[in-house]
Structure formats: structure tokens, C-alpha cells
């Protein structure tokens, strides 16, 4: 973990990856947290995929964050992990 700490940081010192990086941050926030609440529940990637009534694999591209899902599935997201979904544009 050390040597992706320093790998990050030095790439971080250039201003077109920082800038890159600094864009994706809500993408990333949020497959940080459904799979934090995924975990929290005890729930897999199938238990969520079945709860909502897809197939695991489109759980694993949400929670890639190279994923742009649609509202729609944010909110089944949500409600299968007994969660809200708050959007906002500040």
C-alpha cells in the first residue's frame, strides 16, 4: 500500500492528471459508498444484483465507478440497501 500511496502522490504533482483525478471524484464517492452499504447490509454483489433484478455484473460496473448509471437504478440501488438517494448540485 506504501508504494501506490508514493506511485499516487507523484502523479498527483503533475496538473493534467490532478485535474483528470479531481474530475472523477464523484463517480468514485459514489461506488465508495454503495459498496460501503453494500458491505454494511452483509450483501454481495449478487444478493444487491437480485434485490434490484439485474445480474451481478451490472453491480460490479456501478461499483467500478467507470459506470454512469442512470437514476432509475440509483433508486433501486438505494432501496435495496434500505437507503435514501440524495442528489445535489451545489
Sequence with gaps: MKNYKILKNNLLKNKKIKKAYDELEPEFLLAQM??????????SQADLAQKIGTRQPAIARLES??????????????????????????
Excluded: C, F, Q
Design 65 to 90: 465507478g467507470n459506470y454512469n448509471p442512470s437514476v432509475t437504478l440509483l433508486k433501486k440501488t438505494a432501496k435495496a440497501l434500505d437507503a435514501s438517494l440524495k442528489i445535489s448540485i451545489d
Design 34 to 43: 454503495i459498496i460501503s452499504k453494500r458491505i454494511e447490509k452483509g450483501m
